[in-house]
């Protein structure tokens, strides 16, 4: 199979399972914007801002360095010697991390403290069983738990909220328990334990991974911040109610994660194992140019679409929360870009790119919505937000050449950055029934610009159908 089908073949399978789970989690939009108020459903964003930062604290970014290493490794010896060290090492961290945190609770107690101490572990892992699974080959386990874990999750919420009439609880009981079904799954199925013998654990290659891991933690941060840290400015400057406002309003460049994350969780993989190829370049640039494509012409059509769905499938008192999502879509868009250079410095073993530009995006996204935000108010958080990522990318870009050399279209750029324009500002002067004709142009726009993407998954489908017929 060649690189291009494997990549399709990968993002096809990923693209399944992901859709499906995050289409789940976007359907119940509507329903938690009507049963949670904007402080609670702040909160809970909150708390899993919280989690998302401790976490690469807490595992060492181990669950990244021992995805790396097996992906590259075929020996059944090594992968044992691989999961037996980064289990032990991960253990390690966990229980150290659970004594310090149950002192601290004891001594100062915090709302929701001791669960979402619980939901950490379980997250993380989780995570880790996860990147195993992928790393070792299994794909559509990988790809499915994703799934699974999103049916769970939202059938224990639904049961939650409307039989117990629990709050923000609900939220974390669901959380936990798919957590804990994914694991248990992801053992039984991979049957984990042929992998751990206490007789293969390395300490030299721990100091492997961990060199290669450390430098990724304060990287994982720094995106973090770009990321997240805007909900402790806007709770600090504006208030609780205003972070659940722009909760709900990432919702939308959500949407356009799920479409990055899919394509990115295949192309890592394929950068990797091609970084050492004499094409790379080539087969970096072709890719990119197909990537570039597909993120544009989405936020196109997603920034046009958001104020008509808003209005009729989320609560009034969140609708004002469409005039935030245009700009956060292009910043998610610049940070998928930022992401796809990401993947070449893995594959070149130049984690410390990442973390040099990752720690100069969040100094400028701090900077730029601290300035701002007694201004404009939450229109600051997504302004820093775009600007950080623009930064973090041209200066990736830069920072690339001497590993691998990605081509940009200009034709493309000249093209479709001003109609990226034009969709951000037409919701502004056009009411929710006038936009549903710009939408219609720009869903045509996507095929049109992104038809050579779907050629390519119509002959992997049928070469896999007539492969299947065969056999």
């Known amino acids: 199979m060649t690189k291009e089908k494997k990549l399709v073949k990968d993002t096809l399978l990923y693209s399944i399972t992901t859709f499906g789970s995050k289409a789940l989690v976007f359907l119940m939009l509507p329903v938690y914007t009507h049963y949670f108020t904007t402080e609670e459903y702040g909160t809970w964003d909150l708390i899993l801002t919280t989690s998302s930062l401790l976490a690469p604290f807490i595992s060492l970014e181990l669950t990244s360095a021992v ?18 060290s980064g289990t032990l090492a991960l253990a390690r961290n966990l229980i150290l991390f659970t004594i310090l945190a149950l002192l601290w609770l004891a001594f100062s107690p915090i ?32 790809a499915s738990l994703g799934l699974l874990q999103t049916i769970i999750h939202i059938s224990i919420i639904l049961l939650f909220l409307y039989s117990l009439q629990l709050r923000i609880e609900a939220f974390f009981y669901a959380s936990i328990l798919a ?12 049957r984990f334990h042929r992998f751990l013998s206490t007789r293969h654990y390395s300490k030299p290659l721990i100091k492997s991974l961990l060199k290669y891991a450390l430098p990724i933690i304060p990287g994982a941060i720094s995106w973090w911040i770009m990321n997240a840290s805007d909900r402790y400015i806007i709770v600090g400057y504006l208030g609780i109610e205003y972070n659940g406002l722009y909760a709900v309003a990432n919702q939308i460049p959500a949407i356009l994660v799920m479409i990055h994350s899919v394509f990115n969780l295949a192309w890592k993989d394929s950068a990797i194992l091609q970084f050492n190829k ?3 370049d080539e087969y970096y640039t072709v890719v990119f140019q197909h990537f570039f494509r597909l993120l544009v012409t989405s936020v196109i059509c997603i920034a046009l679409l958001t104020k008509p769905i808003f209005s009729i499938f989320i609560s009034e008192k969140f609708f004002i929360a469409w005039q935030y999502t245009g700009l956060l879509l292009v910043g998610t868009m610049f940070s998928a870009f930022s992401l796809f250079w990401s993947a070449g410095f893995h594959g070149a073993k130049r984690t410390k790119i990442i973390l040099v530009t990752s720690i100069l995006g969040a100094v400028v996204n701090i900077g730029v919505h601290i300035l701002l935000i007694p201004f404009i108010g939450l229109y600051a958080a997504a302004w820093s937000t775009l600007i950080a990522f ?56 996507f095929f049109m610009y992104n038809r050579q993407i779907f050629k390519w998954i119509q002959k992997t489908v049928l070469f896999k159908l007539r492969h299947r017929l065969r056999n």
Request: proline content about 4%; aromatic content about 14%; hydrophobic content about 55%.
């Open 179 to 190: 957590n804990l079904v994914s694991i248990i799954t992801a053992w039984m199925i991979m």
């Open 111 to 142: 709302p929701y403290g001791y669960l979402t101490l619980v939901l950490i572990q379980v997250i993380i892992v989780n995570s880790y069983l996860q990147q195993c699974a992928r790393g070792l080959g299994f794909n559509f386990l990988f």
């Open 278 to 280: 004499a094409a790379k």
């Open 67 to 84: 995805y790396r290493w097996l992906i590259v490794e075929k020996d059944t010896q090594q992968q044992i010697t691989i999961i037996t």
């Open 390 to 445: 623009i930064i973090t990318w041209i200066v990736r870009i830069r920072a690339s050449k001497p590993y691998f050399n990605i081509k940009l279209n200009r034709v493309d750029m000249v093209i479709l950055f001003p109609l990226t324009l034009v969709a951000l500002l037409a919701p502004y002067f056009f009411s929710q029934k006038e936009l549903w004709v710009p939408s219609g142009l720009a869903i045509f726009l």
